[in-house]
């Protein structure tokens, strides 16, 4: 069932008992000249007429995005979240007038209430009604974000508070009888029903103000932070290479609307910065799936040199490749160590020249006190295998990766060309895992592999 239909389904259910306990409250209050049952009928009534805008309030916001309302029509439940509000208030007027009048009246018809076993059957129905009724519609209201339903929700909470209220209002009312006339407890019984009536306007103003601050908010569209908080610790976590400079997030019921605005190298080509771009809006929905999001490019300048960044920038302006990049800043001085790339074939001699060149740079610009260098092929040659690949290669790669207890391979692809033979082994990211830990279990399993399996071809473990 979608979101729509189930917020239906919880309109109509509470225009249903909304009509129900009106006429209920309307007909005992009449009857008995409570107060009280009075002001929970106007009360009903206007929870009628709330639960009407709810449902018609439902129907528009189901309504898919137009020209005229490109973030669709999901804000008319805010709208009538704040229509219920100024109903509540005048009904908490009209039951402070009525109350005030009643206790300032010399009459003592004013102030009595016909109590019947009808009064009691109403007002415990009403309460019955409204747990169950609240419940329902906070739940859909919380699965479905609706601010309609959830304003219903509110109202109908208050109104187990006031009927609770009422209950004990003609309980006094009912036991007045048994007082002694003239003492204070005959006073306070006699009032009771007009005390629960002051009692439920304390708490409709209470719902008053907690419903319409959230009705305005909404439509002034101010967020409460969750979303803009997430999207900021997902891009942190899964995306730290493309930090966010700026996010705005619009939340309209179910729907999250962000426009996210991410530093990247400025020399990241357009077709690239598109796959980028679809990625952050995937990674996105992962976490809000109803989430339609814009993403912004920021070019973004060179950051600042680091020890590491100068070093490898040095060393391609001398025509290097590099990696194991070691500094340490040791008793004797600031040490460094790095693999520089050749060409496998490359005479060493004719290279000293600029290996020593590349030394005393990086010695001169970072002031340290040793730059020691290991030369390696920048490409390596694969080894020539003559053993046949086994018929069941596949199958003893998964056993040999059960029985080391590695993850389950994702995909195992052999590269052949004449007796050169290359597998590579994908394996699921582990994201508990940082660079080192990553690299670490991914040089462990490649060994291990090694020694369990035929030596047929070079294999190479690596993450999807």
Known sequence: MDADTKKTIAAVSSV????????????????????????????????LLAALGSLFAVKIA???????????????????????????????????????????????????????????????????????????????AKETKSAALEADAAHFASDIWSSAAVLLGI???????????????????????????????????????????????????RVDGHAAGEIRKLMAERMPAYPVTRLRVREVGMKVYSEIEVAVPRELHVDTAHEIADAIEELIASEFPEAETI????????????????????????????????????EQGFIIFTDLELPPHANLSGWNVAIQAFRKEVQRRLKAQA????????VRELPTYLQAVPHNWESQVRHAMITMGAPLPSDIKLYTKDNHRLCIISIPQEGALNVQESHERISSINKRLRDMLPKVAKIIVTYE
């Open 16 to 47: 249903i008992w909304s009509a129900l306990l009106t006429l209920m409250k309307f007909v005992v209050g009449v009857l008995t000249g409570s107060l009280g049952i009075l002001s929970e009928a106007l009360h009903s009534a206007l929870d």
């Open 62 to 140: 189901a309504q898919p995005a137009d020209a005229e309302h490109p973030y669709g029509h999901g804000k008319v439940e805010n709208l009538m979240a704040l229509v219920e509000t100024l109903l509540l208030l005048a009904t908490a007027a009209w039951v402070v007038m009525e109350a005030v009048e009643r206790l300032m009246s010399d009459s003592p018809e004013a102030l009595h209430v016909q109590t019947s076993i009808w009064a009691f059957v109403v007002v415990i129905v009403s309460l019955v009604v409204d747990i169950n009724r609240s419940a329902m519609l906070k739940r859909v």
């Open 171 to 221: 309980t006094g009312a009912a036991c007045v009888g048994f007082a002694e006339e003239g003492s204070a407890l005959h006073w306070v019984l006699l009032r009771a029903d007009v005390l629960a009536s002051l009692g439920v306007v304390l708490l409709i103003l209470h719902i008053c103000w907690d419903l319409g601050k959230k009705a305005i908010n909404n439509l002034m569209d």
């Open 295 to 330: 993403v912004h490019m920021q070019p973004s300048a060179l950051p600042e040199d680091t020890p590491e960044l100068l070093i490898r920038r040095i060393a391609l302006t001398h025509r290097f490749g590099m990696h194991g990049l070691v500094l340490m800043q040791a």
């Open 371 to 378: 730059v020691i260098v290991h030369v390696e092929p920048d």
